[in-house]
């Protein structure tokens, strides 16, 4: 009896603690799939140039992005997933819809297009560090936050614009999309900087991630 009662069924019962539950079932990652759902419909409104409903829906994604943020330190459910899907989502809402703004004759092109080749050129540089040194440790600079946040201004102010043509709106439009621009050329200049700083460096465990 005492084998049956220190073997396999016991010993199973014990790892029950240790299952870790899927994290696409926490808050902060949900908030984050949510706003990723919402881009369709913020760009078909924008298309249809219902642009009422267009800022209501910018509104509803960056209120989702400050709780998915809020939820994750308050909760500490801080995973391996969110950190990826947060910034992809961030990039996806606003890449997507400074295209349909420049398409729509709202945003000029070259800010599109500057945008456009700073997230291009990020993404390819992290993935080929990953492929040549397994580099994943890839956390944003002040200047990227800078420029994102100011991203999300310019893009506000534009949908704001079509709804209201106070003076403030129009000010606050152009230093946007002034800022963009000049925060895209410093954060793509600061995040080469640091990759040329990483590339002096191993990697943390690269030998021994190498040999598994």
């Known amino acids: 009896m005492r084998f ?11 790892e029950v603690p240790y299952v870790r539950l899927n994290p696409l079932r926490n808050a902060p ?6 706003r990723i759902c919402l881009a369709p419909f913020l760009v078909t409104a924008i298309l249809e140039n219902r642009y009422r409903l267009s800022f209501y829906l910018f509104l509803a994604a960056g209120l989702t992005d400050a709780l998915d943020g809020m939820l994750a330190r308050l909760l500490k459910q801080r995973t391996m997933l969110g950190q990826y899907l947060d910034p992809v989502a961030d990039k996806l809402l606003l890449s997507t819809l400074f295209l349909v703004l ?4 709202l945003i000029p092109a070259r800010v599109t297009v500057m945008v456009f080749g700073r997230d291009v050129g990020i993404l390819v540089v992290a993935a080929l560090l990953y492929a040549a040194a397994g580099r994943r440790e890839f956390s944003p600079s002040i200047f990227g936050k800078a420029n ?5 201004a ?5 949908l704001l614009q079509q709804l209201t043509a106070a003076i403030w709106v129009v000010w606050v439009q152009s230093t946007a999309l002034d800022a963009t621009m000049l925060l895209t050329v410093v954060s793509g200049l600061h995040y080469a900087w640091m990759v040329s700083r990483r590339m002096g460096t191993p990697a943390p465990g690269g030998a021994g991630a190498r040999s598994l």
Do not use: D, Y
């Not at 990652?29 to 949510?34: D, P, R």
């Not at 994102?148 to 999300?152: A, E, G, I, S």
């Open 29 to 34: 990652n949900l908030l984050t799939l949510a």
């Open 102 to 105: 420049m398409h729509k004759g």
């Open 154 to 158: 310019a893009v506000a102010a534009v």
């Open 148 to 152: 994102t946040l100011v991203q999300v």
């Open 4 to 14: 049956f009662a220190s073997g396999p069924i016991e010993s199973s019962m014990s």
